[in-house]
């Protein structure tokens, strides 16, 4: 017996709820085996699933179907989270402003912006 999908993104605490999770596999962030997935989707035990959540690619692998939403120490024991280190690294740098500049310092200059642009396709790759 499988869960949706929808329900089990929601259960192991990738979306705050389940509309939310559902509204996520209608738009097209969230692919089973390199196709859309609808919400209704079955998933089993060894499924890849790989979603687009706050700007980064995540990708898990599911250990066991669920359909209740478990606590966070939980989630371990349902799913395998297979995102590379890369992404994370990216949301981190998403946090960070680089272009942030103390009052009073008036616009970046050229080599300022060339340095700004510099850090930014760096970690972009």
Same mark, same amino acid.
């Given at each position: 017996?499988g869960?949706?999908?929808? #329900?089990?993104?929601?259960?192991?605490?990738?979306?705050? !709820? =389940? !509309?939310?999770?559902?509204?996520?596999?209608?738009?097209?962030? %969230?692919?089973?085996?390199? +196709?859309?997935?609808?919400?209704?989707?079955?998933? +089993?035990?060894?499924?890849?699933?790989?979603?687009?959540?706050? +700007?980064?690619?995540? /990708?898990?692998? %599911?250990?066991?179907?669920?359909?209740?939403? %478990?606590?966070?120490?939980?989630?371990?024991?349902?799913?395998?989270?297979?995102?590379?280190?890369?992404?994370?690294?990216?949301?981190?740098?998403? #946090?960070?402003?680089?272009?942030? =500049?103390?009052?009073?310092?008036?616009?970046? !200059?050229? /080599?300022? /912006?060339?340095i700004?642009t #510099?850090?930014?396709?760096?970690?972009?790759?």
């Amino acid at each position: 017996m499988g869960t949706r999908i929808d #329900k089990f993104l929601w259960s192991v605490r990738l979306f705050k !709820t =389940r !509309t939310l999770a559902s509204e996520a596999c209608k738009s097209g962030k %969230v692919t089973f085996s390199g +196709h859309p997935a609808k919400a209704s989707k079955e998933i +089993h035990s060894g499924d890849i699933i790989e979603l687009k959540k706050d +700007h980064i690619n995540m /990708r898990i692998r %599911v250990i066991k179907p669920i359909e209740k939403r %478990v606590g966070a120490k939980l989630v371990e024991q349902f799913m395998e989270d297979l995102t590379p280190e890369k992404e994370y690294q990216k949301l981190e740098l998403m #946090k960070q402003n680089f272009e942030y =500049r103390d009052r009073g310092l008036g616009r970046p !200059t050229k /080599r300022d /912006r060339r340095i700004i642009t #510099k850090i930014k396709k760096g970690y972009e790759d």
